[in-house]
């Protein structure tokens, strides 16, 4: 049985198949919606982009950690 990252990584790889955009163009597009949370972020990216819930789960947490992190580099820079 593989591991979790081994089967996100193939999720990420069947999202490029299935919808014709790579893990970064959906970053793009999901840090543009004006949603903070991620569950209206996942269900922005289900109605309007028609994602399924797996897709559109493992983007908007993406997004969201990525993000976070850039709040985060900020921050800190703010402090330098």
Same mark, same amino acid.
């Given at each position: 049985?593989?591991?979790?990252?081994?089967? +996100?990584? /193939? +999720?990420? =790889? /069947? *999202?490029?198949? !299935? +919808?014709?955009? +790579? @893990?970064? %163009?959906? @970053? =793009?597009? #999901? !840090?543009?919606?004006?949603?903070?949370? %991620?569950?209206?972020? $996942?269900?922005? *990216?289900?109605?309007?982009?028609?994602?399924?819930? !797996?897709?559109? /789960?493992?983007? #908007? *947490?993406? #997004? @969201?950690?990525?993000? !976070?992190?850039?709040? /985060? #580099? =900020?921050? $800190?820079?703010?402090?330098?």
């Amino acid at each position: 049985m593989g591991s979790s990252e081994d089967g +996100t990584q /193939n +999720t990420i =790889r /069947n *999202l490029e198949k !299935k +919808t014709g955009k +790579t @893990l970064d %163009q959906w @970053l =793009r597009i #999901a !840090k543009a919606i004006p949603h903070t949370e %991620q569950r209206e972020i $996942v269900n922005f *990216l289900q109605a309007k982009c028609g994602l399924t819930p !797996k897709y559109a /789960n493992l983007i #908007a *947490l993406q #997004a @969201l950690e990525s993000k !976070k992190g850039q709040s /985060n #580099a =900020r921050q $800190v820079k703010r402090f330098k």
